[in-house]
């Protein structure tokens, strides 16, 4: 079964620092992997999605996401952080033998400071 | 182009009794996917329909059932609610049944069962 984990409840960073949100992940194949963020009382919004090919993706807003198939990992970034940036990010995998069914983790709540 | 829409954006029922949720893909989309969101986790997958046909069914009770219709817009229907069933519904729209198609979610409906 495929699964994905964020280890961070939250992530606090300072305005203007770079920000990391960390994400592993558990498949019995090739994954897709994708980012997610939600602002309170709405629904997902997608950023950014791995399929193959570059390790790197960028995304939107300024996002990005490293692909480390060694280290079964997809960590987001970015490189300079805004207050605007603070809302629940979530990770998901899906298995290329499931369906396009979607595993979720349980989310990371980002805190931008000014 | 419009976005994936939800209807309703909030519902109140008491335990026993039924609910609908709807939701209308984003045009030219002919894949609906269903979630549920419980406060505090990430989404867990539901149904997944295409071209009117279940391909994908989570693990939940058949107290939960959906369907698509000609036009891709979907239904979730839940019977017999239970106070667990409390959580915001997400539906994804998708291109169509390619694995790498980005799922794009509605707002949800709030559900909260009394």
């Known amino acids: 079964a495929q699964s994905v984990a964020q280890p961070e409840d939250q992530v606090n960073v300072a305005e203007g620092n770079p920000l990391t949100v960390k994400c592993t992940y558990s498949v019995s194949g090739n994954p897709y992997l994708f980012w997610y963020v939600q602002y309170p009382n709405r629904g997902l919004q997608f950023l950014l999605k791995?399929?193959?090919?570059?390790?790197l993706v960028k995304g939107s807003y300024g996002f990005e996401a490293e692909f480390n198939k060694s280290q079964t990992s997809f960590h987001l970034k970015k490189p300079s952080a805004l207050v605007s940036d603070s809302a629940l990010y979530f990770c998901a995998v899906r298995d290329k033998n499931a369906g396009n069914m979607l595993t979720f983790g349980g989310g990371t709540r980002l805190m931008v400071k000014p | 182009d419009a976005g994936v829409t939800q209807s309703p954006t909030h519902l109140i029922k008491t335990r026993g009794q039924q609910v609908t949720l709807r939701c209308s893909p984003i045009?030219?989309?002919?894949?609906v996917s269903w979630y549920q969101q419980v406060l505090g986790q990430g989404p867990q997958f539901i149904f997944q329909y295409y071209e009117k046909e279940e391909r994908g069914r989570g693990n939940f009770p058949d107290r939960f059932s959906a369907r698509q219709f000609p036009n891709y817009s979907s239904e979730l229907n839940v019977n017999a609610l239970l106070l667990g069933d409390s959580a915001l519904y997400l539906c994804?729209?998708?291109?169509?049944?390619?694995?790498?198609?980005?799922?794009?979610f509605g707002p949800g409906t709030r559900l909260t069962v009394l």
């Open positions: 045009s030219g989309h002919k894949s």
């Open positions: 994804a729209s998708l291109r169509g049944g390619q694995g790498t198609d980005t799922q794009y």
């Open positions: 791995y399929i193959t090919g570059d390790n």
